[in-house]
């Protein structure tokens, strides 16, 4: 299955910058996922991405942007970092099942 | 709109108990189930999937869960737990077979005592 790594693993920003989580993975698949882990409330979709030219909001879009450079590669901004958005952020692929492989997570921290 | 929740935030368990967490969903169309583990530190792993067919289905580490369509219901359970399965459990629902959009539960943890 494709392997799915992130940069960075763990990032501390102050309020108002705009930061870039990256994410690539090994096998080309098509579809792209980012979510955001906070305790208590599960995995919520930020956005999602069927391909290069292919790019949908998930759930809680606002104040976040994507850019799909390639098909292995998905970023996820923040344009103007704010302390909600202090999160674990997971990116996905859906590989050729139906089974998604995640990403180790960036950790990040709006201060 | 298609939701899950999952009924219990945390269970505790003594090590070698059988243990159920719980999975509700909402939908309005045809749901594919899923369970994803997360180890401490680490990403989701697929435990198991409902697509389609034997409403029993088995997934790796001894897990297995039955979708109960007339409950809504897709709970997930094993017979007897291990300190190793100690993680959060996150039950999904997709309304399209090719799992193109997954929406995850708000997720159970699982603590084993010795």
């Known amino acids: 299955d494709a392997d799915v790594t992130q940069t960075p693993r763990n990032r501390i920003t102050k309020t108002g910058k705009r930061i870039m989580l990256e994410c690539s993975q090994t096998?080309?698949?098509?579809?792209m996922y980012w979510y955001r882990q906070d305790p208590g409330l599960g995995l919520r979709l930020i956005y999602y991405s069927f391909d290069v030219k292919d790019i949908n909001k998930g759930e809680i879009s606002d104040g976040y942007s994507v850019s799909r450079q390639a098909q292995a590669k998905f970023s996820l901004s923040l344009e103007s970092a704010i302390p909600n958005q202090t999160a674990l952020y997971f990116c996905?692929?859906?590989?050729?099942?139906?089974?998604?492989?995640f990403g180790s997570g960036t950790r990040l921290t709006v201060v | 709109a298609q939701s899950v929740t999952q009924l219990d935030s945390q269970v505790p368990v003594f090590e070698e108990a059988p243990v159920e967490l719980r999975c509700n969903y909402s939908?309005?169309?045809?749901?594919?189930l899923f369970w994803y583990v997360q180890y401490p530190n680490q990403g989701l792993q697929l435990l198991l999937k409902y697509l389609s067919g034997s409403t029993l289905v088995k997934g790796i580490n001894g897990f297995e869960a039955e979708f109960n369509k007339s409950q809504t219901s897709f709970h997930l359970r094993k017979p007897s737990v291990h300190i190793s399965d100690t993680a959060e459990y996150f039950c999904a629902v997709s309304e399209d077979s090719s799992a193109s959009k997954i929406i995850f539960g708000s997720g159970t943890r699982l603590s084993i005592r010795p």
């Open positions: 096998k080309g698949h098509d579809r």
């Open positions: 996905a692929v859906r590989g050729t099942g139906t089974g998604y492989t």
């Open positions: 939908s309005s169309v045809s749901v594919y």
